[in-house]
């Protein structure tokens, strides 16, 4: 695979997701950082969306419920270069149904190499990076040159 430097925008797309055992550190998440993620774009899961927006007053775009098909959704949009941050609290504790789903989704975000936080530390980090706030490049499959190959 051969790749080539993108940028990820000053003002950027995050989607926030969370599975059931992890809403309320989402939410306790959104709201320490209220301030921050009140510059960008949010998206998120179904559920995960309508909690935030409820405990937070944050607009958040919501998608489909994560087992009904809003993991691919944001996934597809991850693909579509529509995403510049993924926060994803996923819980290490219980099986999902939409496992498969899960592991679609962390994929795709490695793929095409989108910051992605998983748990709450993660996340703190990032989110008070300098890099939150600016434009930086990062290495994407070069997608004109692999369809070259083919
Ligand atoms: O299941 C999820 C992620 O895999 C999250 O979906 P909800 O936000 O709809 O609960």
Redesign the pocket.
Known sequence: MEFITKPLPANKRVAL????HR?SAMIQWCSRHRTSLQKHYLL??????GKIEAATGLKVEKL?????G??QQLGARISEGKVDFLV?F?DPFEP?P?DP??KA?LRIAAVWNIPVACNSSSADMMVQSALMERSFGREVPDYQCYLKQR
């Open positions: 997701v969370a599975h059931d809403k998120a899961t179904g559920t995960t969306g489909l419920s994560g087992p009904l809003g993991d994803f996923w999902m939409h789903d899960v989704l």
